[in-house]
């Protein structure tokens, strides 16, 4: 097993270098000539030209192009290329017209009004209207095929279409996060002509009014826009008033970041999502890449319990695992610094995320506080509380777990890891609070809104999950829903923050944490990623 | 991944037990590669049984080192993305091989060569019945077996173990059907029929016994068979789960660190590799030893 | 020989009725409720859409009755749709088939290739130090694992390299997922060929040859290298099985866009339409392949007669 350095040279000598390189990777660094620097990029000396084609390189295929079928990450980074939204958000995170050029909100919240911009076409060439929309929300809220994300539309009476550009929601109670909604991905403004397509929509074809048509789509290989030529764009926070410039754009499936990163090295791609974490250095070193760090994701990582049984059902129990982790510690060791900490229960960009205030009612880094709560509860070094910790694979989550299960095992948690893909994970969750015997679980679980409402969508009776349940809580929730005037509903977002951390309900952990880090190559010029990580690529040029 | 196990297929043992069994270990150990192939297994249990006093550190707490350290004398193999001694996982790691081996292998055996007994003696219709579906599953591959099963029982290594066990049930019933067709013509099996023995006393004193080599060479080599697909699972993100050493799972998760970091999936791949090919060399041997027709 | 062939069709047959059994109780082999595990997925499922939803797999019925309908709707080319996303499982399938069969042919083509050559040559110097080389490469071959084996070639000939390009379903994109996958089974197969190739080598008409004073070469050519063919073909459709099998294995190191790697995905996401499709076109791919390729054999071989 074990080789001297000088027996291992004479092997290198007789073998040859790529034997030796083929048998012992690990010990051969010399091996990296070639392809540690790259020669092939360039600096940025030369001038950005309009046209050509881009590759971005992510870890997974969408799951459907339909926008009310998926609520991926990877779905709807694609599908935002494609259709456009009613209302969109500024580099700050606030709301501003888009398809819609003006929009009232009655005093009672009950209706809400949307006057459209003229001449906007869809990408079969009929003209969008107040139809398209109103056939895009209907669809969404429909009895028999809703969209997945239909509790985010609100309590929806009716809508009409009240002439060709006018478009008015009717609710049957008021619903204050209506509005932001209309610019989020998921209100993605949908052709009515889409009808017409039948089982292919969102499949193979797609009709929007977006910056990018879709072309072909191979599952599991590559997804191929081309640039809508009428696109017009009056909110997206992007300099480029018109079509995009570059012809095409391709999006290509490649699960290993270490792929990901050989293939923009070798210019066969432009833009990855996820580099490997421990080449971020290096990439920042290298002239012909740069890094992009989204900010205001909306992201957040937290833990929630199964509370319906023991042992979380006892808030104790909760408050001990929430003093046992040291999440700084663990972010550091998995991170680095392109991860917060966060302590809030909404994420950063989002209104009521106030990081001293959340502090204030949250829990830090305690282990002896968390030994006494043990100790009252009955555990001890003899018998350790035992449970099952549960997170969804990717973004390095196996890893924060791991070390959290070193941290949980220093004040005597014993836990179970158990990763699965995030669908297997929300169905298991559910029922595990919905199961009434065995020892209850806990999960590091991972969402991404826009708006407060999250918070209501989560953990209002019976919430996404069915997980904690209070009367007052709902009361809490109902309040930030029902709550139209923002600095009312402001106060309102923070009492039902102080509920959740104070109770241990919903412990935040971190942000971002998925498909944050993009690098480009350092020809791509204009790159942008909007707030809640939307990658743009309406003002990119390539250099030559 | 399953060809030595069809070759296997081909061994059988036409001598009688007594002149076999004193020949047995002079003939296994007069070959210098079934004398590696069993030191290999022996290095392998003594890993497992003493692996707390083998490795230097915890396989599973964190801080035994820095993260991402190169091999060196304090760790050995490195240490892997949160700090790790990937010596003290690997060296705890075996614990896990040897399970797969062993419960896999336990199932495929106990299955197989039940169905292949049963099938072998009973004849008629059962025998019809029983081998038509072995040979469905054999044409299904292993593999896609294996496949079906996780997908049924959900990801684990309990259940890739359960998984790669019912995956190769097909080969020991087609072995053990085979091996009992020859015993049940042969003169010694017919007079204890003829002076009225009863099914089990023919079923276990006389055919088992003498069909039991071919059944252990198939076992051992079943064994690197076993590793290499329960591994194979836990590689695809099926078996073990984190903290687990499992070797498998301890190479795919060092691929995210493949450049910077290549001896975290260099070290768990040359101990998956050593430990089949022990297993190979040994199974090689044994049939061999049993076999002297096969000796080339 | 019609005989024949009309016998290893039924056998087929049987085989694939068999699979679409099997994979309509797949389903109900899930511990726990699969209509929850697969559709609560999503966070606005409420209890009567999951009650709907197993009334239009047919899941409230006998399990007979889902087994016709299962099959009706299959025979009309419906095989579902996926749970993420609503795509149409069948094209999700079929897309990809190629290229596994792709990768399973050109594996295959480096299996005999090298396998048999080595093999072959083993025979023929048999108990030299080329036949121990040869021999104790093979014993290591058969050992490595292959996604191992995969990676340590996508290491050194992708990454550090920058030979081949890392993605995408072209020619060079082939080149190492097939060498991986052929050389594993090609250590196999050098296996079984020397071992056969040994027994035609101390056959009489070899001997007789020899005795006529052949030039070695015309010896080898005519009658050992036909032999060692027809022994090749003869394990064409098996290592054709096992190619398909090890292809699930690599297309996820290298991420080839095949079935393989669908099917591991759909199993992490607990796909079951997919599942049940992948198995079903995965077990009549291979099952329709052997007996074209085992005909082809009996075809070739002129000492086979079949009754």
Same mark, same amino acid.
């Given at each position: 097993m074990v080789l001297t350095s000088k027996r291992l040279q004479k092997l290198y000598r007789r073998t040859g270098r790529y034997w030796a390189c083929l048998l012992l990777p690990l010990l051969v660094t010399a091996c990296d000539g070639e392809s540690g620097s790259n020669p092939a990029a360039t600096t940025g000396g030369g001038t950005p030209q309009e046209g050509g084609s881009l590759v971005w390189a992510r870890y997974g295929d969408a799951? *459907?192009?339909?926008?009310?079928?998926t609520t991926t990450t990877l779905s709807w980074q694609v599908f935002d290329q494609i259709y456009d939204t009613l209302l969109a958000f500024d580099d700050n995170g606030e709301v501003v017209p888009n398809l819609a050029k003006e929009w009232t909100v009655s005093e009672d919240g009950l209706t809400a009004t949307f006057v459209l911009n003229e001449g906007i076409t869809c990408h079969d060439g009929t003209p969008f209207d107040a139809n398209d929309v109103k056939y895009t929300a209907e669809r969404a809220i429909s009895e028999d095929n809703p969209s997945v994300t239909k509790g985010a539309w609100g309590p929806i009476a009716s809508v009409e279409a009240v002439d060709s550009q006018t478009v008015q929601f009717n609710f049957s109670e008021p619903f204050g996060a209506f509005v932001s909604f209309m610019a989020d991905p998921f209100s993605s403004q949908i052709c009515d002509s889409a009808e017409e397509l039948g089982d292919d929509f969102g499949v193979s074809a797609a009709v929007g009014t977006g910056p990018w048509k879709l072309v072909s789509w191979t599952k599991g290989d590559e997804i191929v826009l081309e640039k809508n030529a009428d696109y017009q764009n009056f909110g997206r926070p992007i300099e480029n008033d018109g079509a995009p410039y570059l012809d095409q754009l391709i999006v290509k499936q490649i699960p290993e970041p270490q792929t990901r990163l050989a293939g923009l090295q070798t210019g066969e791609i432009q833009v990855i999502a996820e580099p490997p974490l421990e080449e971020l250095e290096a990439i920042e070193a290298d002239e012909g890449l740069n890094n992009y760090i989204a900010e205001k994701t909306g992201q957040n990582v937290f833990f929630e319990f199964t509370t319906s049984r023991p042992p979380f059902d006892d808030i104790r129990a909760r408050q001990a695992v929430a003093y046992a982790i040291d999440p700084e510690a663990a972010i550091d060791i998995v991170f680095g610094d392109v991860v917060k900490r966060e302590k809030c229960t909404v994420a950063r %960009?989002?209104? %009521?995320?106030d990081q001293g205030f959340c502090a204030e009612h949250g829990y830090s880094h305690d282990p002896e506080r968390a030994q006494e709560l043990l100790a009252e509860l009955g555990y001890g070094p003899e018998n350790p509380l035992t449970v099952t910790m549960m997170t969804w694979v990717g973004g390095n989550r196996e890893r924060m777990v791991q070390v959290f299960q070193n941290q949980l095992k220093q004040v005597g948690i014993e836990t179970e890891i158990e990763t699965m893909d995030i669908g297997t994970l929300n169905a298991r969750v559910k029922q595990e609070n919905e199961n009434d015997s065995g020892q209850g679980t806990f999960d590091m679980m991972g969402w991404a809104w826009y708006d407060p409402d999250i918070l209501h969508q989560l953990?209002? *009776?019976?919430g996404a999950y069915s997980g904690y349940q209070s009367a007052e809580l709902d009361a809490l929730l109902d309040d930030t829903r029902t709550t139209v005037d923002s600095d009312a509903r402001l106060a309102a977002v923070q009492e039902a923050q102080q509920y959740l951390l104070e109770n241990a309900v919903h412990v935040p952990l971190y942000t971002p944490g998925w498909l944050w880090i993009y690098t480009t190559r350092s020809e791509v010029d204009g790159f942008k990623i909007g707030p809640f990580d939307r990658p743009l690529f309406n003002d990119v040029k390539l250099v030559s | 991944m399953t060809q030595n196990l069809a070759q296997a297929e081909s061994t059988d043992i036409l001598e009688p037990r007594s002149r076999r069994t004193h020949r047995f270990f002079k003939d296994l150990l007069r070959t210098q590669s079934a004398k590696l192939g069993a030191a290999i297994c022996l290095v392998l249990v003594l890993m497992a049984v003493f692996a707390p006093l083998i490795a230097p550190y915890d396989p599973i707490n964190m801080g035994a080192g820095q993260a991402l350290t190169p091999p060196n004398l304090a760790h050995w193999f490195g240490t892997d993305e949160l700090g790790r001694d990937l010596f003290s996982r690997i060296v705890y790691g075996s614990r896990l091989t040897l399970q797969v081996g062993a419960i896999a292998v336990g199932i495929s055996m106990t299955a197989g060569v039940l169905i292949g007994l049963v099938a072998g003696y009973a004849g008629g219709w059962i025998e019809a019945i029983l081998m038509r579906m072995v040979d469905v599953l054999f044409s299904f591959t292993e593999t896609l077996i294996a496949l079906a099963a996780v997908a049924v029982l959900g990801p684990s290594l309990t259940n890739a173990m359960i998984a790669v066990g019912i995956s190769s049930i097909p080969f020991y019933a087609r072995i053990t059907y085979g091996a009992v067709l020859v015993e049940k013509n042969k003169e010694y099996f017919k007079a204890a029929q003829a002076v009225g023995a009863r099914h089990q006393r023919l079923i276990f004193r006389h055919i088992l016994p003498n069909i039991l080599s071919p059944i252990i060479v198939v076992a051992t080599l079943g064994v690197s068979i076993a590793v290499l697909s329960a591994s194979a699972l836990s590689f695809l993100g099926l078996g073990a789960q984190p903290p687990s050493p499992e070797w498998g799972a301890t190479l795919a998760a060092g691929r995210d660190y493949f450049k910077r970091a290549p001896w975290i999936t260099t070290f768990p791949g040359l101990a998956i590799a050593i430990t089949v090919l022990g297993f190979n060399l040994l199974g090689d041997g044994l049939r061999e030893a049993l076999d002297p027709q096969q000796r080339r | 020989m019609t005989q024949y062939i009309f016998k290893r069709i039924l056998g087929g047959l049987f085989t694939i009725w068999v699979t679409t059994v099997a994979v309509t109780l797949l389903i109900h082999l899930v511990p726990g409720d699969p209509v929850q595990i697969m559709f609560a997925q999503s966070q606005s499922t409420t209890p009567e859409q999951l009650e709907q939803i197993r009334q239009q797999l047919g899941l409230d019925r006998p399990i007979y009755e889902q087994y016709f309908l299962y099959m009706g709707r299959i025979l009309q080319g419906d095989f579902g749709t996926t749970i993420r996303g609503n795509q149409p499982v069948l094209e999700l399938l079929l897309v990809r088939l190629p290229n596994t069969l792709l990768l399973a042919a050109s594996s295959l083509l480096v299996t005999m290739v090298v396998g048999v050559s080595a093999g072959f040559f083993a025979a023929y110097k048999r108990d030299t130090w080329i036949d121990t080389g040869l021999m104790t490469g093979a014993i290591l071959g058969i050992s490595i694992p292959s996604f191992w084996l995969g990676l340590m070639l996508m290491y050194v000939f992708s990454i550090r390299l920058g030979w081949l390009p890392v993605s995408g379903t072209d020619l060079k994109n082939l080149i190492l997922p097939a060498l991986t996958l052929g050389l594993a089974n090609a250590a196999a197969v050098s296996r079984l060929t020397r071992s056969s190739m040994i027994d035609v080598f101390s056959q009489d008409f070899m001997r007789t040859a020899r005795a006529k004073g052949l030039a070695e070469t015309v010896v080898l050519s005519r009658h050992a290298f036909r032999n060692g063919m027809i022994n090749v073909v003869n394990m064409l459709g098996l290592q054709f099985t096992y190619m398909m099998g090890g292809a699930i294995v690599v297309e996820n190191v290298f991420a080839w866009n095949g079935i393989g790697r669908l099917a591991i995905q759909s199993i992490f996401q607990r796909d079951y339409p997919t599942i049940q499709g992948f198995i079903l076109i995965f077990a009549t791919v291979v099952v329709t392949v052997s007996i074209l390729l085992d005909i082809l054999y009996a075809w070739i071989d002129p000492r086979i007669k079949y009754s």
């Open positions: 799951d *459907s192009l339909d926008p009310q079928r %960009g989002v209104m %009521g995320n953990w209002h *009776s019976p | - | -």
